[in-house]
């Protein structure tokens, strides 16, 4: 199965900074139709997770403009803009390329 | 509106059966798998397994497992009530986790609240 691995696990960021985490596969989730088969999630204190991004870049209806998600093959990246109070909280990436999806160990963001 | 309802909080003894739903509502229930995820104690998320819920009878639509949970749960759907399951027939401690359904596209576009499950004598 696909390996995820992320870095940082935990991020402290003052609010209305930016932040960006970087989510690595073990194998490449480009697939020949030209999509990378990458998500990423939030899920806040004491909720479910919420789909943020799909297919490496397109935001999940209702996602604010200051997440974005670049990146290709193996390497990936989250960015928010500037940190809101909401955005607080543990964001996932998963490889939805192979079955079994598997997600990255989490990371952290807090308040710093 | 899309919305996975789950059933309610379980406490069970090691050994004993048991059996979670997932109630799907707002969309055509036939047009996308269900997955289960599973989150322990403190700990991150688990893709557990998926059902497709078309009810054809092809190899394409059984039910697909991690091989993390192979043989361990019971992955089902029932067209005729818009629901999933998952399900022990012998419960571990090991198993005390908050257990999520989401509808599976690819992405897991939509969740449900999270069941969650605690085994212990």
């Known amino acids: 199965e696909i390996v995820m691995t992320q870095s940082p696990l935990s991020l402290p960021v003052t609010p209305g900074e930016p932040a960006s985490i970087s989510c690595k596969s073990s194998q490449s989730l480009l697939d020949s139709s030209g999509y990378n088969y990458l998500d990423w999630y939030l899920q806040k204190p004491g909720q479910s997770p919420q789909l943020l991004i799909y297919l490496g870049s397109k935001r999940a209806s209702g996602v604010p403009d200051r997440f974005s998600g670049s990146g290709s093959g193996t390497d990936f990246t989250l960015k928010i803009s500037r940190v809101e109070a909401e955005d607080f909280g543990v964001y996932y990436c998963?490889?939805?390329?192979?079955?079994?999806?598997?997600f990255g160990q989490g990371t952290k963001v807090e308040v710093k | 509106e899309v919305q996975l309802v789950q059933s309610g909080a379980e406490v069970k003894k090691p050994g004993e059966s048991l059996r979670i739903s997932c109630q799907a509502s707002g969309y055509t229930f036939s047009d996308y798998w269900i997955s289960w995820v599973r989150q322990m104690p403190g700990k991150g998320l688990e893709w557990m397994g998926s059902v497709d819920p078309t009810d054809s009878y092809t190899s394409d639509s059984y039910p697909k497992y991690s091989p993390s949970f192979q043989g361990h749960v019971t992955i089902s759907g029932d067209r005729s009530i818009n629901t999933a399951y998952l399900q022990w027939s012998s419960l571990e401690a090991s198993d005390t986790a908050i257990y999520y359904c989401?509808?599976?596209?690819?992405?897991?576009?939509?969740w449900g609240q999270g069941t969650r499950v605690t085994v212990s004598s």
């Open positions: 998963m490889q939805a390329l192979q079955i079994p999806p598997t």
């Open positions: 989401a509808r599976h596209r690819g992405d897991l576009d939509f």
